[in-house]
């Protein structure tokens, strides 16, 4: 708003002069430092109601059960992920859904994925509000364009000494932020963990604390997938192209056979790694020990395997898309 203003003020004031010029320059420096919404990430395919009904009311239904509205639309991608966000000035929401994680679940386990995701809008997640996570993108953003100029020249070197204040400034308001909205980011995960719980069971629930400590095999499964084809040539692409459901039946048979003792190691693994205390997100296995610390919570919200078969018939093209995607590209999740 200073750079705004200052413009303005020395565009009227030298008008028709020199002064102009630096107005035009405060307001051409302003204009990459406006809050900005956040972008929506890149996905394979989106879904709208009309595209997956069956789906949209599972959706709709956990939302009843967390106590917020449901979503506005749902993306499929190919991380090893899920993710909500709230978009624009209407405060669209969409869902994302990466399919390799939706596919290693079971239909509660993903229930419980559902469930967590929708409760970041209820429990009052700080960092997700429009004000705040536009604060912390535009002083992002500020930081950035003070970053010093690498092998500088000696005008260079003069500007890089300029630099430092405002970049120690930025640097220290983005550490400030950071930490005022730490506990409430950490807070909102054990809270969005125990409304999973309560949608989906904390049987459902604890499952999908477990599946997401082996995560990183299913990220190099799915990479082994890719330079498998990428070795076979166009014999492989065609083979992919011909029969893309193949790699989904490929990954879930590699997590099945996974043994129990591994859950266990990550388990030890991340005790004794200890917890990062400016993580937003908590060590997965302190998740699961609170969730397992309380009584038992029954499933809210219930699947059937006709609901099941025709959800998996609704998001049978993204699995083709997705498929294909990371045949042609690679893995990068």
């Not at 405002?166 to 400030?176: E, N, Q, S, V, Y």
Request: hydrophobic share 45%; charged share 25%.
């Amino acid at each position: 708003m200073a750079l705004v203003f200052g413009g303005l003020w020395w565009l009227v004031r030298g008008w028709g002069g020199m002064s102009m010029v630096l107005g035009l320059l405060l307001l051409g420096v302003a204009w990459p430092f406006r809050p900005r919404a956040a972008r929506l990430p890149k996905t394979d395919q989106v879904l709208h109601r009309g595209d997956a009904p069956e789906l949209y009311a599972l959706v709709d239904e956990e939302a009843r059960v967390v106590g917020t509205r449901s979503v506005d639309e749902i993306r499929v991608d190919a991380q090893v992920n899920a993710s909500v966000m709230t978009h624009g000035v209407r405060g669209r929401r969409p869902l994302t859904l990466g399919l390799p994680l939706w596919e290693i679940l079971t239909p509660q386990q993903r229930i419980a994925l559902l469930g967590h995701e929708l409760a970041h809008y209820s429990n009052g997640d700080t960092r997700q509000g429009l004000v705040l996570s536009t604060a912390y993108r535009s002083l992002t953003t500020w930081h950035y364009y003070f970053i010093p100029i690498a092998k500088p020249s000696a005008v260079e070197m003069l500007v890089n000494l300029l630099y430092i204040s405002p970049r120690l400034f930025l640097h220290g308001a983005l550490t400030l932020l950071d930490h005022l909205t730490l506990r409430a980011a950490q807070r909102a995960e054990y809270l969005a963990d125990r409304e999973a719980a309560r949608a989906a069971s904390t049987e459902a629930a604890v499952g999908l604390m477990d599946r997401l400590l082996i995560t990183d095999s299913a990220a190099v499964a799915l990479r082994r997938e890719a330079g498998q084809t990428a070795l076979a040539g166009p014999r492989g692409a065609r083979t992919v192209e011909a029969k893309p459901e193949e790699i989904w039946e490929r990954l879930r048979a590699h997590m099945a056979s996974i043994p129990e003792y591994e859950y266990e190691r990550q388990r030890r693994v991340g005790v004794r790694r200890g917890h990062s205390v400016d993580a937003t997100h908590p060590p997965t296995h302190l998740r699961r020990t609170c969730l397992l610390a309380g009584p038992p919570a029954p499933a809210a919200v219930a699947t059937d395997d006709e609901r099941q078969q025709r959800i998996n018939a609704e998001l049978a093209g993204a699995r083709v898309a997705v498929a294909r995607r990371i045949v042609r590209d690679g893995f990068d999740g």
